[in-house]
C-alpha cells in the first residue's frame, strides 16, 4: 500500500510501514542521543540535560553538555548515517549484501589520504577532511576502472574492492611505521575509529557533508531501486546506467569520506544497517533514509554502551568491528547455505 502526496509539480511516494519504522528510529535515535549525554563520570538527569539543550541549564550543566558530550553524540549521529546511506547505496548497486565502503575499499582509501595530511601537511581538521575525500575518490575510480569489463558488475567490483583494499591497509602500516612515535600513535588510535574527544570541528565536517549528500542520495532512490532490477531493465525503463551508477558511486565515496575524516574507519555500521532497515520496512528498495537512522541508531547504542561497560575511554571501532565479525561470520554462513538451497 502506498500513498502519494503531491504539491504542485512535486510528488511524493509515501509507504506506511517505512514512514512508521523511521518514525521509531527517529525517536530512537533521540532516546539513545538523550541517554549518552547523561551518561559519563558525573550522571545527569533527563530533566538537567533538556533544560541544557533548549537553553535554560545551569552553567555547570551548560559545560558538561554541550560542550563535552553534545559534539560526541552528534559526530555518532552524523557519521553513524552517513556510513549507513553509503552502505546502502552500494549494496544496491553490487546487488551483494558485502557491497559496503570497507569492502570496496573506500574507507581505506579515504584513511590514506587523512593519514598523507596528518604526516605531510600537518593539516587541520577540514585539510585532514579533503584528504579523506580525495584518498576515497581516488581509490573508487581505480576499483571501478579495474571492475570495468562491458560494463561493471557488482560482483566483479566487490572482489576487486577487497584486494585494492588489502594493499591499502599496507600502505598505511607502511606510512605509519616511516611516521615519529607522535605521528604514529596519533595515527594508530584514529584508524580504529572512534569518538572520543570530538570537536565542534568533527561535528561540522560530518554534518556539513551529511546535510548535502543525504538529499541527493534520496532523490536517486528510484533510479537506485531500477539498477537494482539489473542493468537491462533499467536501460528499458529509461535509466542511463553507467551515469547514474557514477553519481551513484560519487554520493557513496562522499558519505563514506565524511564519515571517516571525522570519526576515522569505522567499520560494520556500512555493512549492517541498510540489511537492518530493509528487515524492518520489508521493502523492495533500498531505503536510504531509513539505512541513515539505522546507521544513527547503530552506532550511538555502541557507543552508549562502551561507556556504560568500561569505565575507560575506548574507541566505538572496537564495539563495531567485534559484532561486525560476527555479523559477517554468520552473514556468509547464511548465504552459502543458501546457495546449497538453490
Known amino acids: 500500500m502506498t500513498a502519494v502526496l503531491r504539491t504542485g509539480p512535486v510528488s511524493l511516494r509515501v509507504v506506511p510501514r517505512v514512514a512508521v519504522v523511521s518514525a521509531v528510529l527517529l525517536l530512537a535515535v533521540l532516546a539513545v542521543g538523550v541517554a549518552s549525554l547523561m551518561t559519563g563520570d558525573i550522571e545527569l538527569t533527563a530533566s538537567e540535560v533538556i533544560a541544557s539543550l533548549v537553553g535554560h541549564g545551569d552553567r555547570a ?48 582509501g579515504a584513511a590514506t589520504g587523512a593519514i598523507c595530511v596528518m604526516f605531510f601537511l600537518q593539516g587541520s581538521m577540514m585539510m585532514i577532511a579533503a584528504g579523506a575525500f580525495v584518498g576515497g575518490v581516488v581509490t573508487t575510480v581505480v576499483v571501478y576502472l579495474l571492475a570495468m569489463k562491458r560494463g561493471v558488475q557488482g560482483f566483479r567490483l566487490v572482489l576487486v574492492g577487497i584486494g585494492v583494499s588489502f594493499i591499502l591497509v599496507a600502505v598505511n602500516h607502511f606510512l605509519i611505521t616511516r611516521a615519529s612515535i607522535y605521528e604514529a600513535l596519533q595515527a594508530q588510535a584514529w584508524l580504529v575509529g572512534g569518538l572520543n574527544l570530538r570537536t565542534w570541528g568533527h561535528v561540522t565536517t560530518a554534518g556539513v557533508g551529511l546535510a548535502v549528500l543525504l538529499p541527493v542520495a534520496v532523490s536517486l532512490g528510484r533510479r537506485l531501486a531500477l539498477l537494482e532490477m539489473g542493468d537491462q531493465a533499467a536501460q528499458g525503463l529509461g535509466v542511463n546506467v553507467e551515469r547514474s551508477r557514477f553519481f551513484l558511486l560519487g554520493t557513496s565515496v562522499g558519505l563514506a569520506s565524511v564519515a571517516t575524516a571525522a570519526a576515522g574507519p569505522i567499520s560494520f555500521v556500512a555493512l549492517a544497517a541498510p540489511q537492518l532497515a530493509r528487515k524492518l520496512t520489508r521493502s523492495a528498495g533500498p531505503g536510504v533514509f531509513a539505512a541513515a537512522l539505522m546507521g544513527a541508531v547503530l552506532l550511538m547504542a555502541s557507543d552508549l554502551l562502551l561507556q556504560r561497560v568500561f569505565s575507560v575511554q575506548l574507541p566505538v571501532g572496537i564495539v563495531t568491528g567485534a559484532v561486525g565479525g560476527v555479523y559477517l561470520a554468520w552473514l556468509l554462513a547464511h548465504e552459502w547455505r543458501k546457495g546449497i538451497a538453490r
Not at 549507513?84 to 546487488?95: E, K, P
Open 61 to 108: 550543566s551548560d559545560f558538561i553538555v554541550l560542550r563535552l558530550r553534545l559534539p560526541r553524540v552528534l559526530c555518532a549521529l552524523f557519521v553513524g548515517a552517513a556510513l549507513a546511506a553509503s552502505g546502502a547505496i552500494l549494496q544496491s548497486l553490487t546487488r551483494n549484501p558485502l557491497g559496503s565502503p570497507e569492502f570496496i575499499g573506500m574507507t581505506n
